[in-house]
């Protein structure tokens, strides 16, 4: 198989409409101060940004504050303009305790918090975590528009909205002149394509980017799974009440398509499958989520290379599957009047 030795560089893209320029692999840290310690982050970081990668995503909840602690320990020793610190805000206010939200005095505590345990005077992209149904959203954006002015954050996004959400958000946004969502953070991989159906169409529309979490689907597609192991392998973290939610027909379809891929194009499924988000519609970068630098290695792998437009037809429609009301209406020949 092809490795990172082969890497011919990291392509960088533009965030949505913006001129922030991102690479096209992100590099996720979730599994920072929990299943990996601070020197191992600090060398998967190391090695990532080596490889040319510059976005690092974490959240004030990941490893109950660790997370931003480690590599905010690995920030203060870095030039800080070269890197695109992200973070998101949301969280418990203990483990165990009711989630804060998305309200002006958490939002307010949350920025002073993270930028204390990042070490850093700004942050580039901050995102609420989850939509909050008990706060008005005009709380909410205002709030962040007065962080973007104020210089705490550069940027704001969302992760975890529906799509009627994400867009009453930017019209709000547009009507108050405030600072808008410039980027959503969705679940999305070949497995998990719901994105698909109005989430990635209004990022398009509005110039917004996206940032796929899991476009590994939580290991699924990373190749290691066999449909005839009946159940996830030891050492894995899938459990069985995730193999028997995925071990249907379309997963393993998928997961042949992968594969047959993979050998042709010489690469490991991991890298097919991270290499298909990045050249999909509308998408900035997948995060990867890498716990170990072997892992790291893997997923840089996706990079310096491309499918074919044949292959991408390929993998697409081995995931495909029948569109729900109405996007099933909706895409009806008698009913399709722009094509492309």
């Not at 991102?22 to 601070?38: A, K, P, Q």
């Not at 203060?76 to 804060?100: C, F, S, W």
């Not at 005009?138 to 550069?154: I, P, Q, W």
């Not at 991408?312 to 009301?325: F, N, S």
């Amino acid at each position: 198989m092809a490795g990172p030795g082969t890497l011919t560089g990291m392509d960088k893209r533009f965030l949505g409409r913006t001129g922030l320029q991102v690479t096209e692999l992100c590099l996720g840290t979730m599994t920072f101060g929990s299943e990996t310690d601070e020197s191992t982050a600090h060398r998967i970081i190391d090695e990532y940004v080596a490889a040319g990668g510059t976005m690092i995503d974490t959240a004030d909840t990941y490893s109950a504050g660790s997370s931003e602690e480690i590599i905010g320990s690995w920030l203060k020793k870095q030039n800080r303009d070269d890197l695109v610190i992200a973070t998101k805000v949301y969280g418990e206010a203990g483990p165990g305790q009711p989630v804060r939200g998305a309200g002006r005095k958490h939002i307010l505590a949350g920025v002073e918090d993270s930028l204390r345990r990042l070490q850093t005077d700004f942050i580039d992209l901050y995102q609420i975590h989850v939509f909050d149904d008990a706060t008005p959203l005009e709380e909410t954006l205002s709030t962040l528009d007065a962080l973007v002015t104020s210089g705490k954050v550069r940027f704001i996004g969302a992760s975890n909205l529906t799509g009627w959400q994400l867009q009453k958000a930017i019209d709000l946004s547009r009507g108050h002149g405030w600072e808008p969502y410039v980027c959503l953070q969705p679940l999305y991989n070949l497995l998990d394509r719901d994105a698909e159906l109005d989430l990635i169409p209004v990022c398009l529309a509005e110039g917004a980017g996206v940032i796929a979490w899991s476009p590994l689907a939580g290991g699924w597609l990373s190749g290691k799974y066999s449909k005839d192991a009946g159940g996830p392998p030891e050492g894995s973290r899938s459990n069985q009440a995730d193999w028997d939610a995925h071990d249907n027909d379309r997963t393993w379809r998928v997961l042949d398509a992968v594969r047959a891929v993979a050998d042709e194009v010489r690469r490991t499924p991991a890298q097919v499958a991270l290499r298909w988000v990045v050249q999909r519609p509308g998408l900035t970068a997948p995060i990867i989520g890498a716990r170990t630098p072997e892992q790291l290695a893997d997923n840089l792998g996706a990079t310096g290379w491309s499918l074919t437009d044949e292959q991408m037809d390929r993998l697409t429609e081995a995931a495909d599957r029948p569109l729900p009301y109405p996007h099933n209406i909706l895409q009806l020949p008698q009913f399709v009047r722009r094509q492309g």
